[in-house]
């Protein structure tokens, strides 16, 4: 199922609502990536920074199920209970409209885009309305080249992530590519 205008409207004023609740948060990862490439994104990644709750993250996710649910919003907790610790994903919450509100073990947002597996997620949108959001590539890596930012994945993770390498890179070859790309101009 991909994703509709109305759903990243939503994920903006869920996003925004959080970040008036002090949260550090941000729209990262495939949806971004997606919107960049223009392909159509399957769901969206609401990133929040877990140490923006509280200082313990299984307090901090508690809270923030808590706080979706004061916000009316239908969700299913999950946590993630991985050996690797470079991941910091710590656990989240599905929620209805194709919207996964995700917990890292980070102090701000921005922080998580760096423990993202690979370079090719590395990116942000940027923006609290849908006409004033853009998405951007937030890597330190060319995303022109597959590079992996942890050590930890799996053969089956780097095989789906070269597919969509191969997919999406050759829409922009070497040394092309927007800096940006507005929302409005995707949907």
Do not use: W
């Amino acid at each position: 199922m991909s994703v509709t205008r109305f759903q990243v409207e939503t994920a903006l004023n869920l996003a925004e609502e959080l970040r008036d609740q002090g949260f550090s948060v941000v729209i990262a990862g495939g949806f971004a990536r997606d919107v960049y490439f223009g392909v159509e994104p399957k769901d969206i990644d609401i990133v929040v920074a877990a140490g923006s709750i509280h200082d313990d993250v299984a307090e901090a996710h508690l809270i923030l199920g808590e706080q979706l649910k004061a916000l009316g919003v239908q969700h299913l907790g999950f946590r993630m209970y991985s050996e690797s610790v470079s991941d910091r994903l710590v656990g989240g919450f599905k929620c209805v409209g194709n919207v996964d509100v995700v917990l890292y073990d980070t102090k701000l947002a921005l922080e998580a885009i760096q423990a993202f597996d690979f370079n090719l997620n590395q990116f942000v949108l940027t923006g609290r309305t849908f006409e004033s959001a853009y998405v951007s590539f937030e890597g330190t890596e060319s995303f022109h080249e597959l590079v992996p930012v942890r050590e930890d994945y799996t053969p089956e993770r780097f095989a789906k992530m070269r597919e969509k390498f191969i997919d999406l890179t050759c829409r922009y070859p070497e040394g092309t590519g927007p800096k940006e790309v507005k929302l409005t101009d995707r949907f």
